[in-house]
């Protein structure tokens, strides 16, 4: 059945409508700006000064080990993409291929997760706007955003995808000027406000050199810095990449479009993430990055150029909308393929004529506008707490994405694979998967490795042991929901989830 005509009625019949189905209305294009813009954001334009002060010029190190490890994770998920397009795939996935249970707890994790992460980004939308007009209230600019991006949702996916791609490019253009800019520095020797001349040398020869702190340092008022300290910061900036799983469901053509995007993820780390920030520490001293303001500000103002503040804030703001769009899309899609499971209330996956989840966008932007209140109502609490579940519900999700990538390949080798993989077995059909995970046989437990690595370092940081320890409760209330929800104890793929999911997958065909 054509996606494009799910309104017709079908050839032949006169009293039988086609339910409507997602429709898969993204062009290449689309997924690859959508995968880019998912890796930059404010944690990149702000948050960048932070872990720059962790580990100086190592903070290169820490960005390409913790790049690889993303791209390991989206590899994982995109080899089930290809393989078996669906909206919602983590919950999918880990439904289908691990126990009905690990997609509940993916799924609600994932939504969740996005919940609070589009509740800062509108909380902070105000700023960006009061940097041009200080007169009008915060809550104000956070309600017109959130309608206007909850009606964009419901215009249908091309309109999301179409704006996903300019939000892009506006990033992307940010990001080039600077490092360009930035080149233009130190090639031409221009004199920049700290008085020390612009170099890549400057890595190895200022204020301790390119390993400042070693791999982990504790100072004298008990906190660590440290080459591995700032790989928490580091591998929570990357979030959102993994958004090219939500849309393999909604794809032109996702067998060729998801590898392309996929793949893609590497030189972008490198281009937008090491290059950027090499740039910055060769014109800037990285001991002068002091948080205060942007790094990207300050290699404009170190040498002049002053309007570059307004700009940046121009571009934090299509950020901030770019990032709540991603989110009310993926939580939109993902509460759609948790109802087709049995996992969500029966009207969240149901759609309009347009092939949107019409239930999931409303339901997802009223509860992130009850969040965005108490963020405003109680501000302490929102990013004490919630942010902290916001932290570890994303390594939860790369692990559990990891984990499946195991059941799925178990489940394939069995015979029981999806598509042309159904019927063949053990090697063979291991072999026939399209686009493989590398190493598959280790990679998945050397990136569990890493993940679980990064949450024991969490617990040496003052600002992230909280996300631990929520982590913990936030998992025990998943599980319990997932009990209460689900009604049964057993954790093994039984004869009722596979109805389930077949059901679904017939659905979203």
Same mark, same amino acid.
């Not at 390991?72 to 393989?83: D, K, W, Y």
């Not at 999918?92 to 800062?120: D, H, K, P």
């Not at 989110?327 to 939109?332: F, V």
């Given at each position: 059945?054509?996606?494009? #005509?799910?309104?017709?009625?079908?050839?032949?019949?006169?009293?039988?409508?086609?339910?409507?189905?997602?429709?898969?209305?993204?062009?290449?294009?689309?997924?690859?700006?959508?995968?880019?813009?998912?890796?930059?954001?404010?944690?990149?334009? /702000?948050?960048?000064?932070?872990?720059?002060?962790?580990?100086? =010029?190592?903070?290169?190190?820490?960005?390409?080990? *913790?790049?690889?490890?993303?791209?390991?994770?989206?590899?994982?998920? &995109?080899?089930?993409?290809?393989?078996?397009?669906? +909206?919602?795939?983590?919950?999918?996935?880990? #439904?289908? /291929?691990?126990?009905?249970?690990?997609?509940?707890?993916?799924?609600?994790?994932?939504?969740?997760?996005?919940?609070?992460?589009?509740?800062?980004?509108?909380?902070?939308?105000?700023?960006?706007?009061?940097?041009?007009?200080?007169?009008?209230?915060?809550?104000?600019?956070?309600?017109?955003?959130?309608?206007?991006?909850?009606?964009?949702?419901?215009?249908?996916?091309?309109?999301?995808?179409?704006?996903?791609?300019?939000?892009?490019?506006?990033?992307?253009?940010?990001?080039?000027?600077?490092?360009?800019?930035?080149?233009? @520095?130190?090639?031409?020797?221009?004199?920049?406000?700290?008085?020390?001349?612009?170099?890549? +040398?400057?890595?190895?020869?200022?204020?301790?050199?390119?390993?400042?702190? *070693?791999?982990?340092?504790?100072?004298?008022?008990?906190?660590?810095?440290?080459?591995?300290?700032?790989? @928490?910061?580091?591998?929570?900036?990357?979030?959102? #990449?993994?958004?090219?799983?939500?849309?393999?469901?909604?794809?032109?053509? =996702?067998?060729?479009?998801?590898?392309?995007?996929?793949?893609?993820?590497?030189?972008?780390?490198?281009?937008? /993430?090491?290059?950027?920030?090499? @740039?910055?520490?060769?014109?800037?001293?990285?001991?002068?990055?002091?948080?205060? &303001?942007?790094?990207?500000?300050?290699?404009?103002?170190?040498?002049?150029?002053?309007?570059?503040?307004?700009?940046?804030?121009?571009?934090?703001?299509?950020?901030?909308? &770019?990032?709540?769009?991603?989110?009310? /899309?993926?939580?939109?899609?993902?509460?759609?393929?948790?109802?087709?499971?049995?996992?969500?209330?029966?009207?969240?996956? !149901?759609?309009?004529?347009?092939?949107?989840?019409?239930?999931?966008?409303?339901t997802s932007a009223i509860i992130i506008a009850i969040a965005v209140v108490v963020v405003f109502v109680w501000p302490e609490f929102a990013f004490n707490y919630l942010m902290s579940i916001a932290t570890i519900a994303a390594a939860i999700n790369w692990i559990m994405i990891m984990i499946t990538e195991i059941k799925f390949?178990?489940?394939?080798?069995?015979?029981?694979?999806?598509?042309?993989?159904?019927?063949?077995?053990?090697?063979?059909?291991?072999? !026939?998967?399209?686009? !493989?995970?590398?190493?598959?046989?280790?990679? =998945?437990?050397?990136?569990?490795?890493?993940?679980?690595?990064?949450?024991?370092?969490?617990?040496?940081?003052?600002?992230?042991?909280?996300?631990?320890?929520?982590?913990?409760?936030?998992?025990?209330?998943?599980?319990?929901?997932?009990?209460?929800?689900?009604?049964?104890?057993?954790?093994?793929?039984?004869?009722?989830?596979?109805?389930?999911?077949?059901?679904?997958?017939?659905?979203?065909?």
């Open positions: 059945m054509s996606d494009v #005509t799910a309104a017709k009625k079908p050839r032949g019949t006169d009293d039988v409508p086609v339910p409507p189905t997602l429709r898969k209305s993204l062009k290449n294009r689309h997924i690859q700006l959508i995968a880019l813009g998912g890796a930059i954001g404010t944690g990149l334009f /702000y948050g960048s000064s932070e872990s720059i002060q962790l580990a100086g =010029p190592s903070i290169l190190l820490a960005y390409l080990v *913790g790049g690889l490890a993303i791209f390991m994770i989206v590899r994982a998920l &995109s080899e089930m993409a290809v393989e078996d397009p669906k +909206a919602g795939a983590f919950s999918y996935y880990a #439904t289908r /291929y691990w126990s009905r249970r690990a997609g509940f707890i993916s799924g609600w994790n994932y939504w969740f997760n996005y919940v609070l992460v589009a509740m800062v980004e509108l909380a902070v939308v105000g700023s960006f706007v009061n940097y041009w007009f200080p007169n009008i209230p915060k809550w104000v600019s956070a309600a017109v955003f959130l309608v206007a991006i909850a009606a964009l949702n419901l215009m249908g996916v091309n309109k999301f995808g179409e704006f996903e791609f300019w939000f892009a490019i506006i990033k992307i253009v940010a990001v080039l000027a600077m490092i360009l800019g930035g080149l233009y @520095v130190v090639i031409a020797n221009v004199p920049t406000a700290s008085g020390i001349r612009a170099s890549f +040398a400057n890595w190895f020869t200022v204020d301790g050199g390119f390993l400042p702190h *070693g791999l982990m340092t504790r100072n004298a008022d008990g906190t660590w810095t440290g080459l591995l300290m700032a790989l @928490v910061v580091v591998m929570f900036s990357f979030g959102g #990449t993994e958004l090219i799983g939500i849309t393999a469901g909604e794809t032109e053509n =996702p067998r060729t479009t998801i590898p392309k995007a996929t793949n893609g993820i590497i030189w972008r780390i490198l281009v937008f /993430y090491i290059c950027a920030l090499g @740039v910055i520490m060769a014109v800037i001293p990285w001991s002068k990055i002091d948080g205060d &303001s942007s790094p990207f500000v300050q290699i404009f103002d170190s040498v002049g150029v002053h309007a570059a503040a307004g700009i940046l804030n121009f571009v934090c703001l299509t950020a901030v909308m &770019s990032v709540y769009n991603s989110g009310l /899309y993926a939580n939109s899609r993902m509460l759609y393929s948790l109802a087709k499971q049995g996992n969500a209330p029966a009207y969240l996956g !149901k759609l309009s004529k347009k092939g949107v989840p019409v239930g999931g966008v409303i390949r178990r489940v394939v080798a069995a015979g029981d694979g999806p598509a042309e993989l159904k019927g063949l077995k053990g090697k063979e059909a291991l072999d !026939k998967i399209a686009f !493989k995970l590398p190493f598959a046989n280790v990679t =998945p437990y050397v990136v569990i490795a890493f993940m679980l690595l990064v949450v024991v370092l969490m617990c040496f940081s003052a600002s992230y042991r909280i996300a631990v320890i929520a982590g913990v409760i936030w998992l025990a209330v998943l599980f319990a929901a997932a009990q209460l929800a689900l009604g049964k104890s057993g954790s093994e793929r039984g004869e009722e989830a596979a109805v389930i999911v077949d059901a679904a997958a017939a659905t979203a065909e």
